[in-house]
């Protein structure tokens, strides 16, 4: 809650953003699908025509049915059904709250750690600075996929690996924009009042630093996870990230991979628009945030 | 009296916002004679450098010149095509910039910023080219100037910048040259140098001159007659030895006496109260009466333009002196 | 220049050993070097034999001595699966990833570079604000999901370009390419298109910032009191200027493209590293992979070391302060 205490506390930031949002109809429009795909993950067990994971209501004769077909018991499978006879719908909104459980959660870890290394650089500066901006730097340097997929060729396929890796290769980023955020408040007055004041070190930090530095860092937190979405399906879809028992996008998308060539399009075609829709989504609003923040390029 | 060089008439250039149009320059009418030097005096934001972009057609958008005329030797401005208006500029139109750190573009060479510019407006070799940007090179008073054409704007000080843009201004013998402070970013005794040499380039190939300035000082030394500019309008003209000794109008009275050297020992220095006032938000009538101390309830109107002989001005109150 | 580049050969040597180091530590002190390099179905001589020829028997710093000195020989270690020098593995698939990843950079560029300068040069219109989108839409795009709709759309569908494969290749001067014949080329559409689009929309929103950021300088507009053609100025004079932020971003995101390769490469069967990695990884073959971190590494410095020499060729600024 106090991270996101300057939504109620800073009316204008929150003012800019939503106002950014519904002034623009493309940001508004991606905004909204935005929410819907969240919410359908949020209820997806509750609102799928079947549990695509219980065996027991799965029929191998039902395999591989194009969009619109019926399946024996009247069931209808609007978008068609894979190699084992699985509704792909039902298996998409489970897909996606795999995907964006992932996504956000290394998200949100991320932005701890990384805001948190970042203030701490820009508040002591010298030799601890350099440090952390030195691996901030190396990091940023390496190609993310490059990392996550040598990570995972060491430590093999699982749920808790993916998010590591994916946490890995995205602190830095908030790291640094932490760091630059905070480096302009600290020579702000209040800091330098705060200073003079006797408040102590870790409340200046996330008392006074870290409400003001948040704004930007949520917008930049937003893109990261639309990365993250993108990256765990791309390892997935590589065989290297979730495992069969944690289907994401990514892994339906695999599946249909092998028999796009025979024709059977809608098992990788309907899973990757919606990872598209999602990604898409989330980067044009995010977009539209960021533009709205940084007045520089954004007198739209 | 021979055809002025440059007579502007009336000229309104207007930006709009979102906030409303600022008026930067709000008809506003001048002349300049052949071999004239004209100082257009005024503070930041009084509309001076806007005047000189809209004669040579190069506002910034949203900006434009919504009205008036600009006739350059008899040929209306305003209405000229894009590409007549470019074979005009740097050829019998060139302009000198404030800050030579930033007119010069970092990555060309000065030989090829000169070369284009040369070849921009007449059919020559390159070599011939580079010939005269050498020569011009050499004219403003830079040492070996061959080699000089290798080198690039960071090699250079501001002062010898701002030499480089004056050669490149005096590449095509323009009849015209509008310099926009071009001594305000350099130091002080680079400033009296420029200044000079601009002067008597200026004599030598018979251009007239409009010098932008802030500082009325330097108008002083330079040139023949001052337009005082407040708020988007001129409020005060005339021949610069009149107008300094003798200011009609009370703002030239107050820029006159907000200068250090120009106010004798001992006497307070007596700044002009107050801001200039929003561009979004002036008030009605006289731009200035806020700041004036001899405003009175008729400045509420808009004051017309006095002319007497050879000066003007626009004032309800001028200076005793004057008024007479 | 040449001690600039003596610098930076010296700087690219130390990363070049500090990856080297961490390679080792990663390898060697934290994972078991005999369960990593020795393939579990190697009978105990032949684990014997490589234990001693590693020297995995002797202390850590000896290790590392024959590990580098090994390295720096070219003997990054034998794969299990083909029982070769992984090295020459590496080095006989690198062409065809060059190939791509070339050719992906160039279509990035060639078609970025122009909707980035026409987004930028009218920005908020709605032709910007469709190109913008679309660059949104780039990024958006899972890579991998991408390759395939290519794949279904003009393979299986329309039938006009292969699926998969590196096709047949030509050679001119002594240069074996797929660049070199027909078929060659139609493999070779598809997977850089599938490469580029990502690079494609970074180079578009670079090279928009730029134009952004450059047009109101002030060069700009005295480029245009010197009467140069719009034209030159947007191809020179801006050009020129984003070039510098775009190469050196171009030369880190270069290396992320021989990295996403391993992407494009599996999905359209292109015989390049980054099939063998991800091959390797799924056969367990751990030499390859370590073997592939080294190159990919030492591909890294050697562009970056060719980026900065590029970055100096374009700036005079750098060229000209080093040699001071």
């Known amino acids: 809650m106090t991270a996101l205490s300057f939504l109620l506390r800073d009316e204008t930031t929150t003012g800019r953003l939503l106002r950014g949002i519904a002034t623009s109809p493309k940001a508004l429009v991606a905004t909204v699908v935005c929410l819907l795909l969240f919410l359908a993950a949020l209820v997806g067990p509750w609102i799928t025509p079947q549990n695509p994971y219980d065996l027991a209501v799965l029929d191998i004769l039902d395999a591989k049915l194009p969009p619109g077909s019926e399946s024996m018991n009247g069931m209808v499978y609007w978008l068609g059904t894979d190699g084992q006879g699985r509704d792909m719908l039902s298996a998409m909104i489970y897909g996606l709250r795999t995907s964006i459980g992932v996504g956000v959660f290394s998200g949100i870890v991320a932005l701890v750690i990384g805001t948190i290394l970042g203030l701490i650089a820009a508040y002591y500066g010298g030799r601890i600075d350099a440090l952390i901006m030195r691996i901030v730097d190396l990091m940023l340097g390496l190609p993310t996929i490059l990392v996550a997929l040598m990570l995972l060729a060491l430590l093999g396929q699982g749920l808790w690996k993916v998010i590591f890796a994916l946490v890995l290769v995205q602190w830095a980023t908030f790291a640094r924009s932490a760091r630059s955020a905070a480096l302009v408040e600290k020579n702000k007055d209040y800091v330098e009042a705060a200073v003079t004041l006797g408040i102590g070190t870790p409340r200046i930090l996330f008392g006074h630093l870290l409400p003001n530095c948040l704004p930007p860092l949520i917008v930049i937190g937003m893109l990261q996870v639309a990365n993250a979405i993108s990256a765990e399906a791309t390892l997935s879809f590589l065989g290297i990230g979730l495992p069969i028992t944690e289907p994401s996008l990514g892994l339906l998308i695999a599946n249909g991979y092998q028999v796009l060539m025979s024709g059977e399009y809608w098992i990788s075609v309907y899973p990757g628009l919606l990872l598209l829709l999602l990604v898409f989504s989330i980067n044009i609003t995010g977009d539209r945030c960021r533009e709205i923040l940084n007045p520089r390029l954004g007198e739209r | 009296m021979t055809q002025p060089v440059l007579e502007v008439t009336n000229l309104s250039t207007h930006f709009p916002t979102r906030r409303g149009v600022i008026k930067a320059v709000d008809e506003v009418s001048f002349t300049v004679g052949q071999r004239e030097i004209v100082g257009l005096v005024g503070e930041s934001g009084s509309g001076k450098s806007i005047t000189g972009f809209s004669v040579l057609g190069l506002v910034d958008p949203p900006g434009r010149v919504v009205s008036g005329s600009i006739r350059f030797q008899g040929e209306e401005l305003t209405q000229l095509p894009q590409k007549a208006m470019r074979a005009i500029r740097g050829k019998r139109i060139a302009m000198i910039f404030q800050d030579p750190m930033m007119t010069l573009n970092p990555v060309l060479s000065i030989g090829t910023q000169m070369v284009e510019a040369v070849l921009a407006h007449d059919r020559v070799s390159r070599t011939e080219a580079r010939n005269r940007a050498r020569d011009a090179l050499g004219m403003v008073g830079i040492p070996s100037p061959e080699e000089r054409l290798d080198a690039y704007p960071h090699q250079f000080s501001g002062g010898m910048r701002q030499r480089v843009a004056i050669a490149i201004a005096l590449l095509h013998r323009p009849d015209l040259i509008i310099a926009d402070e071009p001594t305000t970013a350099l130091d002080v005794t680079i400033q009296s140098q420029i200044l000079y040499e601009i002067k008597r380039l200026a004599q030598e190939f018979s251009m007239a001159l409009v010098w932008i300035s802030h500082d009325l000082g330097v108008v002083a030394a330079l040139a023949d007659r001052v337009l005082v500019m407040y708020a988007g309008r001129i409020v005060e003209a005339g021949p610069v030895e009149d107008v300094l000794s003798q200011p009609a109008h009370p703002y030239t009275l107050g820029l006159m006496q907000a200068i250090p050297s120009a106010v004798p020992r001992g006497e307070p220095l007596r700044p002009i109260p107050g801001m200039a006032p929003s561009p979004l938000a002036r008030p009605s009538g006289c731009s200035f009466r806020d700041r004036c101390q001899r405003a009175t309830e008729i400045c509420s109107a808009e004051p017309r333009l006095d002319i007497l002989a050879d000066r003007e001005w626009r004032c309800f109150h001028p200076n005793e002196g004057r008024a007479a | ?324």
């Open chain 3, 1 to 324: 220049m040449s001690v600039f580049i003596i610098r930076r050969l010296m700087q690219s040597i130390a990363v070049l050993f500090v990856t080297a180091v961490v390679v080792f530590l990663g390898v060697y002190a934290i994972g078991d070097p005999v369960e990593m390099l020795i393939s579990p179905d190697a009978s105990p001589a032949e684990r014997a034999q490589v234990i001693a020829s590693l020297g995995l028997d002797r202390p850590m710093w000896q290790q590392f001595l024959t590990f580098l000195w090994n390295a720096v020989h070219g003997d990054l270690g034998r794969s299990f699966v083909f029982n070769r020098p992984t090295i020459s593995l590496i080095l006989e698939r690198l062409p065809a990833t060059l190939e791509l990843t070339l050719t992906a950079l160039v279509i990035a560029l060639a078609i970025g570079i122009p909707l980035g300068l026409i987004s930028g040069l009218k920005p908020n219109s709605a032709t910007d604000e469709a190109i913008m989108t679309g660059s949104i839409l780039g990024f958006s795009l899972p890579s991998f999901w991408q390759g395939m709709m290519l794949i279904m759309i003009f393979s299986i569908w329309l039938g006009w370009l292969p699926s998969t494969g590196r096709g047949e290749l030509g050679s001119f001067l002594g240069i074996q390419s797929s660049f070199f014949t027909l078929d060659g080329l139609t493999h070779l559409i598809l997977p850089a298109i599938n490469l580029s689009l990502f690079k494609l929309s970074l180079v578009i929103r670079l090279t928009r910032t730029g134009v952004r950021e450059t047009m109101p300088l002030d060069f700009v507009k005295f480029a245009r009191a010197k009467g140069i053609s719009e034209r030159r100025i947007v191809f020179v004079h801006v050009l020129k200027n984003i070039l510098i932020p775009l190469v050196t971003v171009i030369g880190m995101e270069l290396g992320s493209m021989l990295a996403f390769a391993v992407v494009t490469e599996t999905i359209f069967a292109w015989p390049g590293i980054g099939k063998l990695l991800i091959d390797s990884i799924m056969r367990l073959d751990r030499p390859v992979v370590v073997a592939y971190l080294l190159v990919i590494v030492s591909l890294f410095i050697l562009i970056n070391f060719v980026v900065d020499i590029l970055y100096s060729l374009i700036d005079p600024r750098v060229r000209l302060g080093e040699q001071s």
